[in-house]
């Protein structure tokens, strides 16, 4: 792996007397977060209200078991726009630079999102409503695929050989963060709000708060990628976008390995995030306010579990900590989804451990194997790794999970998890071997 010139790191550390845009390690830390939970925010906004609000706002018509499976089959939508966006992102990134494509990108999601607040219900425009939900659920996506900025991977390549595993958490904080935001906000609503204002106006604050949360974002990203320092940054690390089919026809073996590493942990995302709140919801006397503030303290044990998975992965290795938690993962999948079903202790005791096990795999799920990426390829194809990743092993958790545990028993839910952690292991064998052949012709490839 190549180094940063002495002389160019010195200048993002302390910064050129010159510049004056100089900025720090730590403000590319923060910088990443903060671009991370707003996206995340934006998506768990999506989430909740496809539980609490879409299946009798869209779905009238519907019983509530229902309407919450066609609220669910629209979830995917945004994850199968992904690719798409990115691919047409990365050209506007190359004629026009990173800074007007993030504004567009992070103008377009929040606006999305934003938008869905101003919709009107089933009962005023029948299926034009739900056409529309539709549409602005694939803007989401499709804005996210080009809100890839290439900060986490600079982030990563510039970290100390024996601080990669810290460093590379440090994104996937944005994830919990953005939960814990979206979900505090809807339980102060549907706890202090009638049912009927609720479903009137209140579920409609938290999408207009997040097209705030992504100006700010913007704001706080444009800062780095616009700055003298990081422009020279990303070209020394060849974090350059380039057409997607070069990439895929030179790196298509990467990227599908890439894609299946992580596939454990994104399974295991929306099987404690959304589908307990849908289960709960529907077959249990919990009050949604009650989950979602359970949801909330799980979300922080994440945070911390996290933040642990940099230590472990600094300690023992990256691939020692995925392998782990995919074990975990698979082991958790055979009993822990029947504890929804044992009443608040049992919610909590699965919340919990779900995050704890989300946190340390998820914390280190990103960019498994993006060092075996040939430095000109890096930048698109972490970025299509990430879209493939989420939408095999994410986007469709939700629905599946929800039908096997209503038709055949909580139990079967599991088997999502279940073939996800197989996914991993798998992939993460393929990985070594990848990684020995680029070794064999470049050992600068290959992280160690």
Same mark, same amino acid.
């Given at each position: 792996?190549?180094?940063?010139?002495?002389?160019?790191?010195?200048?993002?550390?302390?910064?050129?007397?010159?510049?004056?845009?100089?900025?720090?390690?730590?403000?590319?830390?923060?910088?990443?977060?903060?671009?991370?939970?707003?996206?995340?925010?934006?998506?768990?906004?999506?989430?909740?209200?496809?539980?609490?609000?879409?299946?009798?706002?869209?779905?009238?018509? &519907?019983?509530?078991?229902?309407?919450?499976?066609?609220?669910?089959?629209?979830?995917?939508?945004?994850?199968?726009?992904?690719?798409?966006?990115?691919?047409?992102?990365?050209?506007?990134?190359?004629?026009?630079?990173?800074?007007?494509?993030?504004?567009?990108?992070?103008?377009?999601?929040?606006?999305?999102?934003?938008?869905?607040?101003?919709?009107?219900?089933?009962?005023?425009?029948?299926?034009?409503?739900?056409?529309?939900?539709?549409?602005?659920?694939?803007?989401?996506?499709?804005?996210?695929?080009?809100?890839?900025?290439?900060?986490?991977?600079?982030?990563?390549?510039?970290?100390?050989?024996?601080?990669?595993?810290?460093? &590379?958490?440090?994104?996937?904080?944005?994830?919990?963060?953005?939960?814990?935001?979206?979900?505090?906000?809807?339980?102060?609503?549907?706890?202090?709000?009638?049912?009927?204002?609720?479903?009137?106006?209140?579920?409609?604050?938290?999408?207009?708060?997040?097209?705030?949360?992504?100006?700010?974002?913007?704001? &706080?990203?444009?800062?780095?990628?616009?700055?003298?320092?990081?422009?020279? @940054?990303?070209?020394?690390?060849?974090?350059?976008?380039?057409?997607?089919?070069?990439?895929?026809?030179?790196?298509?073996?990467?990227?599908?390995?890439?894609?299946?590493?992580?596939?454990?942990?994104?399974?295991?995302?929306?099987?404690?995030?959304?589908?307990?709140?849908?289960?709960?919801?529907?077959?249990?006397?919990?009050?949604?306010?009650?989950?979602?503030?359970?949801?909330?303290?799980?979300?922080?044990?994440?945070?911390?579990?996290?933040?642990?998975?940099?230590?472990?992965?600094?300690?023992?290795?990256?691939?020692?900590?995925?392998?782990?938690?995919?074990?975990?993962?698979?082991?958790?999948?055979?009993?822990?989804?029947?504890?929804?079903?044992?009443?608040?202790?049992?919610?909590?005791?699965?919340?919990?451990?779900?995050?704890?096990?989300?946190?340390?795999?998820?914390?280190?799920?990103?960019?498994?194997?993006?060092?075996?990426?040939?430095?000109?390829?890096?930048?698109?194809?972490?970025?299509?790794?990430?879209?493939?990743?989420? @939408?095999?092993?994410?986007?469709?958790?939700?629905?599946?999970?929800?039908?096997?545990?209503?038709?055949?028993?909580?139990?079967?839910?599991?088997?999502?998890?279940?073939?996800?952690?197989?996914?991993?292991?798998?992939?993460?064998?393929?990985?070594?071997?990848?990684?020995?052949?680029?070794?064999?012709?470049?050992?600068?490839?290959?992280?160690?």
């Amino acid at each position: 792996m190549t180094t940063v010139p002495k002389g160019m790191a010195a200048g993002v550390e302390s910064g050129h007397a010159g510049h004056a845009q100089s900025v720090s390690p730590g403000e590319i830390a923060i910088g990443v977060i903060i671009g991370r939970t707003s996206e995340f925010f934006d998506f768990f906004v999506y989430a909740i209200a496809s539980v609490l609000v879409f299946p009798r706002f869209f779905f009238p018509f &519907a019983d509530a078991y229902t309407g919450t499976i066609y609220s669910f089959a629209l979830f995917p939508l945004a994850f199968v726009a992904r690719p798409l966006g990115s691919i047409v992102f990365m050209g506007l990134d190359r004629r026009f630079g990173r800074s007007a494509k993030l504004a567009i990108a992070l103008f377009l999601l929040g606006g999305s999102t934003a938008a869905i607040a101003f919709l009107p219900g089933y009962d005023t425009l029948g299926a034009t409503a739900i056409a529309l939900l539709a549409l602005f659920r694939i803007g989401q996506g499709f804005a996210l695929g080009g809100s890839w900025d290439g900060l986490a991977s600079l982030l990563a390549l510039n970290a100390p050989k024996d601080r990669r595993g810290w460093y &590379a958490m440090i994104p996937q904080l944005g994830a919990p963060l953005g939960l814990i935001t979206a979900s505090s906000m809807f339980a102060f609503f549907v706890s202090s709000l009638s049912t009927e204002d609720f479903l009137g106006w209140g579920w409609r604050f938290p999408f207009f708060v997040a097209f705030a949360i992504n100006v700010v974002a913007l704001f &706080a990203r444009l800062r780095l990628v616009e700055s003298p320092e990081f422009v020279r @940054l990303f070209e020394s690390r060849d974090l350059q976008p380039e057409p997607a089919m070069v990439t895929i026809r030179e790196e298509g073996r990467t990227i599908l390995i890439g894609a299946l590493a992580p596939l454990a942990s994104f399974a295991l995302f929306h099987m404690v995030t959304v589908f307990p709140l849908s289960y709960v919801t529907l077959n249990t006397p919990e009050r949604p306010a009650a989950f979602l503030v359970i949801e909330t303290g799980a979300a922080i044990i994440g945070v911390l579990a996290i933040i642990l998975s940099g230590y472990l992965a600094d300690r023992f290795g990256r691939r020692a900590v995925l392998g782990g938690s995919a074990a975990a993962i698979a082991a958790f999948s055979g009993f822990a989804p029947q504890m929804l079903g044992m009443g608040t202790g049992g919610e909590v005791a699965f919340m919990t451990i779900g995050f704890a096990i989300l946190g340390i795999s998820f914390g280190q799920s990103s960019g498994a194997v993006a060092s075996s990426f040939s430095s000109q390829h890096r930048y698109t194809g972490s970025a299509l790794t990430s879209d493939i990743a989420w @939408l095999v092993g994410a986007a469709f958790a939700p629905l599946v999970a929800l039908q096997l545990a209503t038709n055949y028993g909580l139990i079967t839910s599991g088997a999502y998890l279940l073939s996800g952690a197989a996914a991993t292991l798998i992939a993460l064998w393929a990985n070594r071997e990848l990684a020995g052949n680029r070794n064999a012709m470049s050992p600068r490839m290959v992280e160690a």
